[in-house]
């Protein structure tokens, strides 16, 4: 494994979006590329992005669609489209990551296996007061983030550890739960095997959940990437949850039917 793919899912918050940038541009490990899947933002965020596009340092695409609601999984199989990687790390705009995140998931990458991270969610106050001051979050240190967890500005400091005991990482490897896009990871190979995100679910909620549960039907298997590769999640209002009890329903399914592999609308449209 070679080139990286980083699939970095946005929507009209540019400010959030330069910090997840550079701290990309900061990585330890510059053998990746980014593809920013962008879910219809309007031009503050275009600008944001023609200034990243075209840096030499590591390689930015953009992939684009019109505003008709939320929809990260088609944006994210039009992203995966354009990427030239053997492995797939998908984040979101609204994370940073440290300096030695893509080096990590280069460690944990292992044929069979996708690899869920965690992540440190910021308060509402601190995200405000943090895009405001331009503080660079992935040049800060352990300290500093226990400092932020004694005041309340962070829910959590665990996800900082690292834990050195690999076969721990093995326990689960049929866990779907809490396996989200954030901060998500798997071949490629396996990710078209499955036909990538299914288009069916629109509007928020599962459809991350629903790419883990066909790849495990798939015989893809769990490697727990927490205490390894966390990122920094910033606060933000909660997406519209309209569609929720539909794509439930439908995860539900899916859940039930493991003969149910391939996406029904899927990246096969864009290849």
């Excluded at 030499?56 to 994210?76: C, M, Q, W």
């Excluded at 965690?118 to 300290?143: A, C, D, G, W, Y």
């Excluded at 959590?156 to 050195?164: E, F, G, Q, T, V």
């Excluded at 779907?176 to 499955?194: E, G, P, R, S, Y």
Aim: proline share 4%; charged share 25%.
């Amino acid at each position: 494994m070679k080139l990286i793919s980083v699939i970095v899912t946005t929507y009209n918050w540019p400010e959030v979006l330069e910090s997840c940038l550079l701290s990309l541009i900061a990585q330890q490990d510059n053998k990746f590329e980014v593809i920013i899947a962008d879910d219809g933002s309007t031009a503050d965020t275009h600008d944001l992005i023609n200034k990243y596009t075209q840096l030499n340092s590591i390689p930015v695409k953009y992939a684009f669609h019109e505003d008709l609601g939320f929809r990260a999984g088609t944006i994210r199989n039009k992203a995966v489209a354009l990427s030239k990687g053997d492995y797939l790390i998908f984040i979101d705009g609204d994370c940073v990551v440290f300096p030695n995140f893509i080096n990590r998931h280069r460690q944990l990458a292992e044929p069979g296996y996708f690899v869920p991270g965690n992540r440190i969610l910021l308060s509402k106050e601190f995200t405000t007061s943090t895009l405001k001051q331009k503080t660079l979050l992935h040049k800060q240190s352990v300290p500093f983030f226990i400092a932020l967890w004694f005041q309340g500005k962070i829910n959590r400091i665990l996800p900082l550890m690292y834990n050195p005991l690999a076969f721990l990482r093995y326990r689960k490897p049929l866990k779907w739960q809490k396996a989200m896009t954030c901060n998500l990871a798997m071949f490629k190979k396996d990710f078209i095997a499955v036909n990538g995100f299914d288009e069916a679910f629109e509007g928020w909620g599962y459809e991350d959940s629903d790419l883990v549960i066909r790849l495990i039907h798939n015989g893809v298997k769990r490697k727990e990437g927490r205490f390894s590769v966390p990122v920094v999640h910033h606060w933000h209002k909660q997406n519209d949850q309209s569609n929720h009890d539909e794509n439930f329903q439908r995860l539900m399914q899916r859940l039930k039917n493991k003969n149910f592999i391939r996406a029904s609308q899927g990246i096969d449209q864009y290849q």
